[in-house]
């Protein structure tokens, strides 16, 4: 039995199956048990590796990672593909908040273009309003976009009652955005035990090997953090499979270590991600 404190958590989740024994359209999912909840949390999800195929139709990259069956001890884990994706392999972040937690909101959003370049925004209004304008996390959770393999998400016009959130698929007449969507996190500026921020790495010339860097805080935490983390922009070559990955490693109460790449033949120009570091309160 768990011991019932509401706390703030996280984890990640692999897609258990071979890359070899995966099909087409293939999802996959696990039950995941949750330790401090004395009550349903609500949960947001994000990516963190992606290996999906470039042979379906138009080179359309489709990919959605969710929870269902939500309850105090449990949820289910969802990477999810369709139609004639083949999803290889993906890392999934997940966040779970109790909803006692004061100080912070959180859900998700998408847009559905239908096959239109450029950015397209989606209002997020919060539940309540905050007393000052909130930093916000946004990350992407869904996508399904070809043509080439151009997308990213950030919020604009942040409010106290909300604001926007933007995905843009790049590439002109190329492009074609038919589905995008996205994990936010709302949460008050002055929040000591919270912070989060954006990392953005280039390939020039595009390829596949390892970037990493270290991210301060501009001021320490009491302890060290969890840290969640998920993507936020993908710029890479269809000529090759999709391959890119985001970790986090060696936390610290003042900095984190992380670590952005592709792999094999995979050819990527930028990847950017955000990250979400907490403390319990």
Not at 46 to 65: E, P, T, W
Not at 126 to 133: I, L
């Amino acid at each position: 039995m768990p011991v019932l404190i509401d706390a703030i958590e996280t984890g990640t989740w692999k897609t258990p199956k071979d890359w070899r024994d995966v099909t087409i359209a293939e999802c996959q999912q696990e039950k995941i048990s949750l330790k401090y909840q004395l009550s349903p949390p609500i949960m947001i999800t994000g990516f963190n590796l992606l290996d999906i195929g470039n042979h379906s139709n138009g080179k359309q990259i489709r990919a959605y990672c969710h929870a269902s069956d939500i309850g105090s001890y449990t949820f289910t884990l969802h990477s999810d593909t369709w139609a004639d994706g083949w999803l290889a392999s993906s890392v999934i972040s997940w966040l779970a908040i109790p909803p006692s937690t004061t100080g912070i909101l959180a859900g998700t959003c998408e847009v559905r273009p239908m096959n239109a370049p450029g950015a397209h925004s989606t209002h997020v209004a919060f539940q309540g309003a905050f007393s000052y304008e909130p930093k916000i996390f946004l990350c992407l959770n869904y996508v399904d976009f070809g043509g080439n393999w151009r997308i990213g998400t950030w919020p604009e016009n942040i409010t106290r009652t909300g604001f926007d959130a933007v995905f843009e698929s790049r590439g002109h007449d190329e492009a074609a955005l038919y589905a995008a969507g996205g994990s936010w996190l709302a949460y008050e500026s002055g929040k000591e035990n919270i912070k989060s921020g954006n990392i953005d790495v280039e390939w020039v010339p595009a390829g596949s090997s390892q970037k990493s860097g270290v991210v301060y805080f501009d001021q320490p935490f009491r302890t060290a953090p969890s840290v969640f983390v998920g993507l936020t922009q993908i710029i890479s070559h269809t000529e090759f499979n999709l391959r890119i990955s985001v970790e986090v490693r060696s936390v610290e109460k003042d900095r984190f270590d992380w670590v952005m790449y592709g792999w094999s033949d995979s050819l990527n120009f930028e990847i950017g991600a955000a990250w979400l570091a907490f403390v319990q309160e």
